[in-house]
């Protein structure tokens, strides 16, 4: 039911997915759907945003061991774009149902998030000729160079 579930609010988005639709996709009834979801919002929930918040505090243990290694901010933001890039690949179907859904509170980690996730589910239409560490490098220097405090 979870995965049925994250195939078509990643497809289609929360709004246009229907709880019929799940469950046909799953092979269940509404009814038996409904026996262990409370609603369509519940669903989305243990469905998407848990994964994610696993992943977020997977990404954030990993930025304060990165932080912690007195690296350069070039370095460090690579390293952190780098990981979450591959991320984004590897579970491409979470972060599309993702996007009917808030990302979190602090408007830096927001732009970093949505520039990286942005880039890695359309790289291959806009980026066909690049590697990934090519794309990755880049990234990397321009979000250092946009979020980085500048002087006049």
């Known amino acids: 039911m979870l995965d049925a579930a994250r195939e078509l609010f990643a497809s289609k988005g929360f709004t246009a997915t229907t709880t019929r639709e799940i469950a046909e996709r799953a092979t269940v009834t509404e009814q038996l759907l409904f026996n262990h979801f409370d609603s369509k919002q519940d669903l989305f929930t243990i469905a998407v945003v848990r994964p ?60 970093v998030f949505a520039t990286v996730t942005t880039v890695a589910l359309h790289q291959e239409p806009l980026l066909r000729e690049r590697t990934v560490d090519g794309i990755v490098d880049e990234l990397s220097r321009t979000l250092t160079a946009g979020l980085s405090r500048r002087d006049g």
């Open 52 to 111: 994610f918040e696993d992943f977020v505090n997977a990404q954030l243990d990993s930025w304060v061991i990165t932080v912690d290694s007195h690296m350069e901010p070039p370095q460090m933001m690579r390293r952190y774009v780098a990981g979450l890039y591959a991320l984004v690949l590897e579970h491409q179907a979470l972060f599309r149902a993702l996007s009917a859904d808030p990302f979190g509170p602090h408007i830096a980690v927001r732009v």
